[in-house]
Structures are given as C-alpha cells and as structure tokens.
C-alpha cells in the first residue's frame, strides 16, 4: 500500500484547506487510514482516523474544526480543515493501517505535505 498527500499551502489565520490523500496498492487491506501533523520541534500529533466501515475519530484539538472522510470510489481520503490557526502550521501526513498476507498490521506514510498559516 503506498499513499500520497497533496493539497498543501498557504492559508491566512481563519480560512479552510482541504488535503487529499490518495492510496494505491492493495487497498482492499487498508483497515483505517488517519492525519498526522508535525510542527518544527514537535513529535508527530495524531489528528484523525476513519475505519473502512466510515467511523471516525478525532484529536481534541481538532475536534469541530477538522473533518475527515473518505471517497472510496476514489480510494482517495480527505481532510477538511476549517479556522484554521496559525497553530496549525506544520507537515501534514497521511497514514493507512493494513493487513498483509499473514493478517499482521502494518502502518504506510506518505513524504507529508506542508500547511503554513499566517497571522
């Protein structure tokens, strides 16, 4: 399973971005796929995960102002991001959680794409 983000850039204090995140591989073992982001001194911080039925999960800090969902016709995953803060500036990075030939669970990145918002 390989996944590839897009849909980074610069944002002004208060406007919405939304990222892409497009898998390929053996999508019919991605069991959940998810958004991380790392800031510049930060350890990399958990945002959201969907599961291939549709649940959702979401970071406190996140919650109400980001969504996540995906388009499986696409096998492509998005997340919508709204207020944003200049907080929220930092490598946005894509994730899916899949199951190999032996049932074991193993986790795919992709490179991350960058979100810069000013004040």
């Known amino acids: 399973v390989q996944v590839v983000e897009s849909g980074g850039g610069l944002v002004q204090a208060g406007g919405s971005l939304r990222l892409s995140c497009a898998a390929s591989?053996?999508?019919?073992?991605?069991?959940?796929m998810g958004w991380y982001r790392q800031a510049p001194g930060k350890q990399r911080e958990f945002l959201a995960r969907?599961?291939?039925?549709?649940?959702?999960n979401y970071a406190d800090s996140v919650k109400g102002r980001f969504t996540i969902s995906r388009d499986n016709g696409k096998n492509t995953m998005y997340l919508q991001m709204n207020s944003l803060k200049p907080e929220d500036t930092a490598q946005y990075y894509c994730?899916?959680?899949?199951?190999?030939?032996?049932?074991?669970?193993?986790?795919?990145w992709g490179q991350g794409t960058l979100v810069t918002v000013s004040s």
């Open positions: 994730n899916a959680e899949y199951y190999t030939d032996s049932y074991t669970i193993l986790d795919a």
């Open positions: 591989g053996n999508i019919f073992s991605i069991n959940a």
């Open positions: 969907i599961t291939a039925g549709g649940s959702t």
